[in-house]
Structures are given as C-alpha cells and as structure tokens.
C-alpha cells in the first residue's frame, strides 16, 4: 500500500486521483480547508497552502506528493503569486525526503508573457525543477469530464446552438480519468525528472471542431462564432460586473485563449509504456453532458 499526500483532492482532478487511488487500494492523506466526509482510504488534513504546520503533517510517512492545489481564475498577479508560487514553494518544503513528488502545471506556463496565470505557472516550475526532489511535473491542456463545471458555459450555449470562441486557433484536450491516471502512475512508479505534456493522443482540434463537438454531445448543432479580442475583453468587463471575483471570462483569461497553437508537444507526450489515453474524447464529452444533466445544470 502507497501513501499519498495531495493538494487539491476537493477540485474537479482531485477528485478523480482520489477516487483512481482508493479503488487501487492505496492510502490517501488530503488538504482541505473545510470539513469533509469520512472515506476509507481517506484521512483529511485540516488546513491550506498557507499553513505549514497542515503541510507537514500531509506530507509526513508519505511515499509520494501529488500537488493539484492551484489558482486558475484571480482578479490580480498577487493571487496567483499566492497560490501557485508561494502555495508550490511551502509544498515543496513540506515534502523534503519524499520519494515522489508530481506537480501539477499547466500548458500555460510554457507563455509565461501572456497572463499572469501563465507566469505563475511558469514561476512554480521553476521552483519544482530546483528543488532536489524526485519530480516529475505535468502540464495538462485542457480538460474535460464528468464534473467539471469551468466548462459548463460553453456547454449551455452549445444547447442554443452557438459557440463565441476566441479567434480561430488549436487545442488539445484530455480527459480528467486519463489525466488521473497518469498522475497516479507518476506517484506509484519510478519517473525521471522531466515534464510531461499528455492530452487524448489526437493531433489536436480547432476551436471550431471542438465546439461541434460539444454541439454533438448535447444533441445540436452548434455554429461557431470566433469573436476578436476586443470583444473577449469587453465580454471580460461584463462577466467581472455580473459575477465579481467568480467571473468565468477575465481579462487574463482572453489574453492566453487567443494564443493560437494551444497544443501540446508531441516530444513530451508520456512513453506508451508508462501511460497511454483510454478515453475517447467524444465519449468523454457526451459523459460530461450527462453529468450536467442529472446535475440540474443543463
């Protein structure tokens, strides 16, 4: 039985590796800043990124630390700073003589100049890749699945029969369950000291092809509309006054949406024989409807 450690085990990925990690008969030992309920497996550990004292005794007896915890969505650089820099560094501390320790990034972090998210992410890399752990970082594109709900706007509109995307550009994507998996695997068997980028194992999709798809998975067909970036960033300005700090649309967030090539490097793609994609994105996309439906929220 392997013990792990993990930020993050409340969020959309957390989750996933929990549940991936339980039914593999491993020990799970979990951040949380509020009460949580009892699981075998599970033992939570009061606290947050900011608490020391809650991030020692994670990591303490350990064998691995997956760190999922970050900010994706802030109104400024200094959430970011707090919550990828500063949140990576005190893990990192934490954690020292771990036999593993897997770092969640983000495809972000390879255009630093884009967004402040991008540079946080690029900053808590940094700080992994210096540190005389046994790491191995991870940089997801994006993703999807039962679950998420950053995603859920574009699966409303998709049910009107419209999708405003950003100017025409490409994507890769992968599955929450492939995505917990690898990171399970990472955290169980000896890796080298590398960054991984992992997506669906297709060569990547268009804003517009995507968008069909998620047409597809609610049963309608979608028409995609790429907007220019002035209008994302007014879009930006209305979501901010209707929705304050839970704003979907950011201007941080348009900044690196109109990156054209959001690909992953097929150079840094995990060996086959570590890891390999099982989940159809198509079949995942229409799961993930589903989810939304019985949810109540489609």
């Not at 893990?91 to 771990?98: D, F, H, M, P, T």
Request: hydrophobic letters at 45%; a positive charge.
């Amino acid at each position: 039985m392997t013990v792990i450690a993990m930020t993050g085990a409340t969020g959309f990925v957390g989750k996933a590796v929990v549940a991936q990690a339980l039914a593999a008969g491993h020990h799970v030992r979990a951040l949380a800043r509020r009460p949580q309920p009892d699981r075998a497996g599970l033992h939570w550990v009061a606290g947050s990124l900011e608490d020391d004292g809650a991030l020692c005794e994670l990591a303490r007896g350990a064998d691995a630390v997956i760190h999922v915890a970050g900010v994706v969505n802030a109104p400024d650089r200094s959430a970011f700073v707090a919550g990828n820099v500063e949140g990576t560094r005190a893990v990192l501390a934490a954690s020292r003589g771990i036999a593993r320790f897997v770092h969640v990034s983000s495809l972000a972090a390879r255009e630093p100049g884009l967004s402040d998210y991008g540079w946080s992410k690029a900053e808590a890399e940094r700080l992994v890749e210096a540190s005389a752990l046994p790491w191995t970082i991870v940089r997801p594109p994006g993703i999807f699945g039962p679950g998420d709900l950053d995603q859920l706007d574009l699966y409303r509109l998709a049910r009107r029969g419209l999708a405003l995307l950003p100017p025409p550009g490409f994507l890769s994507l992968i599955a929450v369950e492939d995505l917990a998996r690898l990171l399970l695997t990472l955290a169980t068997q000896e890796a080298p000291r590398t960054i991984y980028e992992a997506d669906d194992g297709s060569e990547g999709w268009t804003h517009a092809a995507y968008a069909r798809a998620i047409g597809a998975a609610v049963g309608q067909r979608v028409l995609p509309l790429h907007l220019p970036p002035a209008l994302l960033r007014l879009a930006a300005w209305v979501d901010g006054r209707l929705r304050g700090d839970a704003a979907r649309l950011t201007r941080d967030r348009v900044s690196y949406f109109c990156h054209p090539d959001w690909r992953i490097d097929p150079a840094r793609r995990p060996p086959a024989a570590l890891w390999r994609p099982e989940v159809p994105t198509t079949q995942g996309l229409a799961d993930t409807a589903r989810w939304y439906r019985a949810q109540g929220l489609l």
